[in-house]
């Protein structure tokens, strides 16, 4: 029906616009990071790393969309986890490129996909 349309395009640009804020301002604080060593370091002690952190937003951002295309979420987006873990993102330019791939990712969605 309309109303079911208009409520997944709803409910998909909310998403899209909150991802893609969210990106926009972790990406503008990482900016005024001066020193890498920032991105290893934990916020507060039951924290994952900063680096980690990057990586499972950037995840999840994307993985939102790829569930709510009914889709299965690609294998490479699934590594953007396991570098999380493992520290992988060992700077701020390494993170702020993540960031940038899942911004991309966002901008080039196309909500009218979306099965839910």
Do not use: H
């Not at 002690?45 to 951002?61: G, R």
């Not at 790829?66 to 294998?75: A, F, M, S, T």
């Not at 700077?91 to 791939?101: L, M, N």
């Amino acid at each position: 029906t309309m109303e079911s349309s208009n409520a997944k395009f709803l409910v998909t640009n909310l998403l899209l616009k909150s991802y893609a804020q969210m990106l926009r301002a972790v990406s503008a604080w990482l900016d005024k990071a001066e020193k890498d060593e920032l991105v290893s370091r934990r916020l507060a002690p039951d924290m994952f790393p900063l680096s980690t952190q990057i990586c499972f937003i950037c995840l999840q951002s994307q993985e939102a969309l790829y569930r709510l295309q009914g889709k299965e979420i690609p294998q490479a987006l699934k590594s953007l986890a396991d570098m999380g873990r493992s520290e992988q993102v060992q700077t701020i330019q390494d993170a702020k490129t993540k960031i940038d791939e899942a911004l991309l990712f966002l901008s080039s969605f196309d909500a009218s996909t979306c099965k839910f």
